[in-house]
């Protein structure tokens, strides 16, 4: 990893939060890529469990940066607007990469001049079992925002992008607590091809009980990012007809869990969302 003067071809950006029983994994694979010209910020949005003082043994390998909580969005922002590197990488504390991961992504970008977004492959582990992803899961390459719609196909970790991307299309949603990669690939999706290369160079671990996909209600998240596509000029008519009907579906969905919950009143503001009509005039649900 490259340090001083120097500016880093690739800067990777850890956010972190009460991970400190899995951050040094994660920390460690990124610091074992066969490609040494990046920097390593670790963003610490608020960590009470003796986070900074792991980090503060990697020093000077690894930029800590510390804010209060403010959530995943702010803390991946804020290492982006820290990151001096051409080529952005994100890595999720409770992942890990294989060593070859920011080489043969570097090597993709240096062959395709014009691609601003390339993911690898993935493996995945539950419980510490490997586990074989389910066929809606499978990663695509292109223009794939109509998939995804329907599911997240793109995995933080996995990513490495060209940081004028931000400047195309923004930066994650700091006001959702989460699905805010949703969101931002949904926006990166509908306009610009996001290119997969068919390797698995991360292990994608889950089934602890902090991770946020677990929890019930995230189609909330997401229907608020729709109808933000929705009321934007982005997308294309047979986008626009594929987003209000994945809409719909998930408005009913989230709308039944709402009364299995007892929420009543949301479960019908979200029902009557999902029976609305689109007014394309001044784009609004009526």
Same mark, same amino acid.
């Given at each position: ?10 800067? *990777?950006?850890?956010? /972190? ?10 920390? &460690? ?15 610490? &949005?608020?960590? /009470?469990?003796? /986070? ?17 909580n403010r959530g995943v969005s702010a803390a991946r ?5 820290? =990151?001096?590197g051409e080529l952005i990488a994100f890595l999720d504390? &409770? &992942? ?7 080489? /043969?992504? *570097?090597?993709?970008?240096? =062959? ?48 490495? *992008? ?40 991360? *292990? ?62 949301e479960a019908e503001r979200y029902e009557k969302l =999902? ?12």
């Amino acid at each position: 990893m490259k340090n001083g003067s120097i500016l880093p071809k690739v800067s *990777v950006i850890i956010p /972190t939060f009460e991970r400190g029983w899995c951050l040094r994994e994660a920390v &460690d694979s990124a610091l074992a890529q066969e490609f040494a010209n990046f920097e390593l910020i670790v963003v610490d &949005d608020g960590s /009470t469990d003796g /986070t900074a003082e792991l980090l503060e043994a990697y020093r000077p390998k690894v930029r800590l940066l510390r804010q209060e909580n403010r959530g995943v969005s702010a803390a991946r922002n804020r290492g982006i607007a820290a =990151a001096r590197g051409e080529l952005i990488a994100f890595l999720d504390s &409770d &992942d890990l990469w294989r060593p070859q991961k920011l080489a /043969t992504q *570097v090597e993709f970008f240096r =062959a395709h001049p014009e691609a601003l977004i390339a993911q690898t492959e993935e493996s995945w582990v539950r419980n510490g079992r490997r586990v074989n992803p389910g066929k809606r899961h499978r990663k695509r390459s292109g223009m794939i925002f109509e998939p995804s719609l329907e599911l997240c196909l793109v995995s933080p970790s996995a990513v490495m *992008v060209r940081r004028e991307l931000f400047d195309r299309v923004g930066l994650f949603d700091e006001g959702l607590p989460a699905c805010e990669d949703y969101d931002l690939w949904l926006r990166v999706s509908c306009c610009i091809p996001i290119h997969l290369i068919d390797i698995p160079l991360i *292990v994608k671990r889950g089934g602890h009980a902090d991770q946020l996909s677990r929890a019930w209600g995230l189609d909330q998240y997401r229907i608020a990012s729709i109808l933000k596509l929705l009321q934007g000029v982005r997308l294309t008519a047979d986008q626009r007809t594929a987003a209000m009907r994945v809409l719909k579906h998930k408005c009913r969905v989230y709308a039944g869990g709402c009364r299995k919950h007892g929420r009543v009143e949301e479960a019908e503001r979200y029902e009557k969302l =999902a029976g609305a009509g689109y007014n394309s005039a001044n784009r609004n649900y009526v």
